[in-house]
C-alpha cells in the first residue's frame, strides 16, 4: 500500500517557498464582527489569521478606510483583544477546487467537514470567476431531465439554463431539490447549502454522499449561523468549482439553497461599511451578487462543457414582490414556483404551473410537446380560477366547456402534478404520460 503521505511530500517538493519578510497588523478595533487593522495594507478578498491566546481566528479583508483596513471575522469574536496581531495567508481572490474535492463535503473555505482526510488539491480559481464574453454563452439547445414528471413535462428544462425554486418557507424547497439532486442526469452535481439548518446539511450529505452518484457529487455547506462573508464565500466556492468542471468540457449541474441567504448575507456586510438600505432595506450590492452569482452559470462555446444553475429562492411572507424574488426572476431563464395552498391541500411537490415558467422550453421541446403542455396549463389555470365557484355549486354545467373538460379531469390532473419523494420519473416517460393524458383531449 503506498503511503498517503507520498502525494503532501511530492506537493511540498514542488512548491517554491516564500522567503520574504512576513508582514503583521494589529487589531486597532472591534465593533460587532468588523475589525480594522492598522499597519497592514491588503486588497480587498485576502485572508488573514488573528493570534488568538493559544490559537488563531480567520478574517477577510472587505474594505480600507483611513489608512486602515476593515476586516470581517469568519469565526466569534469572544477573547479577541486590542493590539492582537494579523497576517496575511494565501492569495486573495483565489479559491480551491479541483477533482480531489469530488465525493467530498466541505465548508466555506474548503476544509473537510464530512470527518474524511485532508483535501490536497493544488488548483485554484478566481472566487469572482473568470469573466468571459457574451457571445461565449452559448444559446441552450438541449433538454435537461430532472426526474420530476410536472417539470420534466410541463416546464421542460435545458443543459446550461438558470432557473428559481420560489416559495415561502415551509413550502417544500428542499424537499424539491432533494429529489432533482437524486434524479437529474449530469455528470457533476455540486450543492451549495448556503445559511440553512446544520440540521439539513447533515441529512442532505447522508442521502445523497453514498453509493455510486458520490464520486461526481460535492457539497458546499455553510449553515446559517456562520458569518455573513463566509456564506458569500460558501457560494462562490460552489460556483467557483462548477466553472473550472464547465472549464474540463464536463456537465455540471449546480444547485444552491438559497440565493435569499446569498443576499440576507449581502445586505449585512454592506450595511456593516454604512452602505444605504434602498429597496426594502436591501443595499443595491446585496442585491448585485445574487446576479453576478446567476450570470456564472449557462454553456460555454469554448469548452463545450455547461453549468445548469438551480436556485431557491425565499419569498419572505409568501410576497412574490419580494426584491430577492423580483431581482432573481429578471435574470433567471425560468422560475418554478411553489404554492402554500397546494402544499396544504397534500399536493407534493406542491407546484403551481399556472405561474411556473420556462423561458427556453419552446426552443428544444418538440411542437406537438408544447402544444400539449398549453393545453394541460389552460385546464389547470381555468379550474383554480372557477375553483370557488365549482366548490359552492354556482357554477352551471354546460356553460363553460373548457371549464366542463378541467372539471372532469381535474382528479387526474392533480394525481400527474404529484410524485413521491423517491420517485425518479425520466423525461421521456413524463412526455409519454403527458400525451397518454392530454393528447386526445379535445
Avoid at 496581531?85 to 492569495?91: L, N, T
Avoid at 406542491?350 to 419552446?362: C, F
Amino acid at each position: 500500500m503506498l503511503n498517503p503521505a507520498f502525494p503532501l511530500l511530492d506537493r511540498m517538493a514542488s512548491t517554491h517557498p516564500d522567503l520574504s519578510p512576513r508582514r503583521y497588523g494589529v487589531v486597532s478595533a472591534c465593533d460587532g464582527g468588523l475589525l480594522e487593522v492598522s499597519g497592514l495594507s491588503l486588497p480587498i478578498g485576502a485572508q488573514c489569521r488573528i493570534a488568538h491566546g493559544r490559537g488563531t481566528l480567520s478574517a477577510e479583508a472587505i474594505g480600507f478606510r483611513n489608512g486602515r483596513t476593515l476586516m470581517m471575522l469568519l469565526g466569534d469574536p469572544v477573547l479577541l483583544r486590542p493590539g492582537a496581531r494579523v497576517r496575511p495567508e494565501g492569495r486573495p481572490g483565489m479559491l480551491p477546487v479541483g477533482e480531489a474535492f469530488l465525493g467530498r463535503a466541505v465548508d466555506g473555505e474548503g476544509q473537510p467537514i464530512d470527518g474524511g482526510p485532508p483535501i490536497m488539491s493544488g488548483r485554484e480559481w478566481p472566487s469572482g470567476g473568470i469573466r468571459a464574453g457574451a457571445l461565449d454563452r452559448s444559446p441552450v439547445r438541449a433538454t435537461f431531465d430532472v426526474g420530476v414528471r410536472a417539470l420534466n413535462a410541463l416546464t421542460t428544462f435545458g443543459v446550461g439554463q438558470r432557473i428559481g425554486i420560489m416559495a415561502g418557507s415551509g413550502v417544500g424547497k428542499s424537499v424539491l431539490l432533494d429529489m432533482i439532486a437524486h434524479g437529474a442526469e449530469a455528470e457533476i452535481v455540486i450543492v451549495g447549502l448556503i445559511g440553512e439548518r446544520a440540521r439539513e446539511v447533515s441529512d442532505f450529505v447522508e442521502r445523497h454522499m453514498q453509493g455510486p452518484k458520490r464520486e461526481r457529487s460535492i457539497v458546499v455547506a455553510v449553515p446559517a449561523d456562520h458569518a455573513p462573508n463566509l456564506r458569500i464565500r460558501g457560494a462562490m466556492l460552489a460556483t467557483s468549482m462548477a466553472e473550472y468542471f464547465r472549464k474540463a468540457g464536463r456537465r455540471v449541474l449546480l444547485i444552491m439553497d438559497s440565493l435569499t441567504r446569498v443576499a440576507h448575507a449581502g445586505r449585512e456586510i454592506a450595511l456593516l461599511l454604512g452602505e444605504p438600505g434602498a429597496a426594502r432595506g436591501y443595499p443595491p450590492s446585496a442585491l448585485a451578487t445574487i446576479t453576478k452569482l446567476v450570470e456564472r452559470a449557462g454553456n460555454s462555446a469554448e469548452s463545450g462543457g455547461s453549468v445548469t444553475g438551480l436556485y431557491t429562492v425565499l419569498a419572505d411572507g409568501d410576497n412574490q414582490d419580494d426584491p430577492v424574488v423580483d431581482t432573481a426572476r429578471s435574470i433567471l431563464d425560468g422560475h418554478v414556483v411553489l404554492s402554500r395552498d397546494l402544499a396544504q391541500r397534500g399536493q407534493y411537490p406542491a407546484i403551481d404551473i399556472a405561474a411556473s415558467l420556462s423561458r427556453v422550453m419552446n426552443d428544444i421541446v418538440a411542437p406537438d410537446h408544447a402544444r400539449i403542455a398549453r393545453k394541460f396549463r389552460a385546464l389547470i389555470a381555468t379550474y383554480e380560477a372557477n375553483r370557488d365557484l365549482v366548490l359552492m355549486g354556482a357554477y352551471r354545467q354546460g356553460a363553460d366547456p373548457q371549464l366542463d373538460r378541467a372539471i372532469a379531469m381535474h382528479d387526474r390532473l392533480t394525481a400527474f402534478l404529484a410524485q413521491s419523494q423517491k420517485e425518479i420519473v425520466p423525461l421521456a416517460d413524463s412526455i409519454a404520460q403527458l400525451v397518454a393524458l392530454i393528447g386526445h383531449e379535445g
